[in-house]
């Protein structure tokens, strides 16, 4: 008999995974908006199911919310022609996008996560009529990353600028 409970405490146990969504891990975790003690597919299912909501809320905007994202990729802070990776709602940017930061002489390539020179878009919501909130991220390699919240403020003539930039954590 103790042969076979020495067997049973070491056998394999499945894995379990956890996942927050970005934006803050205490405010997410107040939210419900994590998963713990869960098999691989259910996080992955769970995490995908929370993107797609993002998506959804992004696309109710009063205003389209890729006119916020090129304002905020497109302001001058990312050197011309250099390329990155761009991931919006964990997916990839659509063509539209695309070639108008190309216009602007972006180089904006769809990578799947973990490839330095990354920049994410999580979430974005609307603070008021003319004010939206992005939450984004970047990698730029090991020990090499970050999180912002990033307010971004529409002008009477409908272009979008960077009004404040918070630092939720960088590495």
Not at 88 to 117: I, K
Not at 147 to 166: P, S, W, Y
Request: charged share 25%; hydrophobic share 40%; aromatic share 12%.
């Amino acid at each position: 008999m103790p042969l076979l409970l020495l067997a049973i405490a070491m056998a394999p146990r499945a894995h379990a995974e956890y996942w927050c969504p970005p934006g803050g891990y205490d405010e997410a975790r107040a939210r419900g908006e994590c998963i713990g003690d869960a098999s691989p597919a259910k996080v992955k299912a769970f995490k995908q199911a929370w993107y797609d909501a993002r998506k959804r809320e992004a696309s109710a905007l009063s205003v389209d919310f890729e006119d916020i994202v090129f304002a905020y990729l497109a302001d001058g802070a990312r050197s011309a022609k250099s390329a990155y990776c761009l991931v919006l709602f964990d997916d990839r940017p659509s063509a539209g996008l695309t070639r108008r930061l190309r216009r602007a002489h972006q180089n904006p390539l769809y990578c799947r996560t973990g490839v330095a020179n990354s920049s994410f878009v999580y979430r974005i919501s609307q603070l008021t009529a003319d004010t939206f909130l992005l939450n984004t991220g970047y990698y730029c390699g090991p020990l090499c990353a970050g999180e912002h919240f990033v307010t971004m403020r529409r002008n009477e003539d409908g272009t979008f600028v960077i009004e404040k930039t918070e630092e939720l954590w960088i590495s």
